[in-house]
């Protein structure tokens, strides 16, 4: 596969990331809540994703390696109960601004665990990330209205959360085939949010009175596409150009807000986001150097 389709591949995959904010304000608007949303999303993706597993990839999976996978998945299920909680109570556009602090945490874990000190660009990318944060969040704006300090909070978990997953993700049984490896770590995930929120849905029959629909929506553009599309296009192109690339989730979330949702977006905001995305870039600039070294 040549980087040009790489690349398509994961733009596709932060794309199907970036919907699933607004299908989950549809979803709330349709009377179903957060654990009935989020429980469907990962029994049902969950499932899609060992069906795929028994038919094009059989092997077996050492013990050892399938609990750290198991254990590694409580991160994507925390983020996924913090980040839909946050929607209860705050805009899509403004969860995903929060959510996407991961990317100054990220820096700033990875100086914590392995002492790697940022550099001048990534400075430069933390105040931009910062600066856009405030703007496109609409923090100095009178025409947002008032911002909810509880969804704030679950929308920063949601981040802390986010920024673990990529952590273990590229740090656990990497020698496990992709598939299995997405499905044992999905697992994880599953077990995570229906602790958080027990599946009665599937007792009370609330599951064929039209959650199945959003469910099945959320878990094949939440739960299987995405890793499989990262799997596949990732290899390609590195992660650092991955990490540039899947910010288009960001601008993706605000215009499905606009268009879908009817929420105000303001030019503030806009360039706020538009800072956002700069910082991402920058941060992400030394991968450029490393390629052309």
């Known amino acids: 596969m040549n980087r040009y389709a790489a690349a398509w591949i994961v733009l596709m995959g932060a794309a199907f990331f970036g919907s699933l904010s607004t299908l989950v304000k549809l979803g709330y608007q349709d009377g179903f809540t957060t654990g009935e949303l989020t429980g469907s999303q990962y029994i049902i993706g969950t499932g899609g994703l060992w069906l795929l597993t028994l038919l094009f ?6 013990w050892k390696a399938a609990g750290k996978l198991l254990a590694s998945g409580i991160f994507p299920g925390l ?10 109570s705050i805009n899509a556009s403004l969860a995903i601004v929060l959510l996407f602090q991961f990317t100054w945490m990220g820096i700033v874990l990875d100086f914590i665990l392995h002492k790697h000190r940022p550099g001048r660009s990534q400075w430069g990318a933390l105040l931009l990330i910062l600066v856009g944060t405030i703007l496109a969040a609409g923090v100095i704006s009178f025409t947002t209205g008032s911002i909810h300090l509880t969804g704030v909070l679950f929308g920063l978990l949601a981040a802390v959360s986010y920024t673990g997953f990529i952590h273990v993700s590229g740090n656990t049984a990497n020698q496990v085939p992709s598939l299995q490896r997405s499905g044992w770590m ?7 949010v229906s602790v958080v929120f027990p599946p009665q849905f599937l007792i009370e029959g609330t599951l064929w009175e039209g959650l199945w629909i959003w469910g099945t929506a959320l878990g094949v553009l939440g739960v299987i596409l ?14 650092g150009m991955a990490t540039i690339l899947g910010s288009v989730e960001l601008p993706v979330v605000l215009l499905l807000s606009f268009f879908i949702l009817n ?4 030019p503030l905001q ?6 956002i995305l700069l910082g991402i870039i920058l941060s992400e600039g030394r991968w450029l150097d490393r390629r052309k070294k």
Not at 57 to 62: A, D, E, I, W
Not at 263 to 266: A, F, G, Q
Not at 270 to 275: C, F, N, R, V
């Open 57 to 62: 990839q059989r092997k077996k999976v050492p």
């Open 79 to 88: 983020v996924a109960v913090f980040y839909y909680w946050s929607l209860q």
């Open 186 to 192: 999905m697992t994880g995930a599953t077990i995570t």
């Open 226 to 239: 995405p890793p499989l599309l990262f799997t596949k296009g990732v290899p390609h192109i590195g992660a």
């Open 263 to 266: 929420e105000k977006i303001t």
């Open 270 to 275: 806009w360039s706020g986001t538009l800072l």
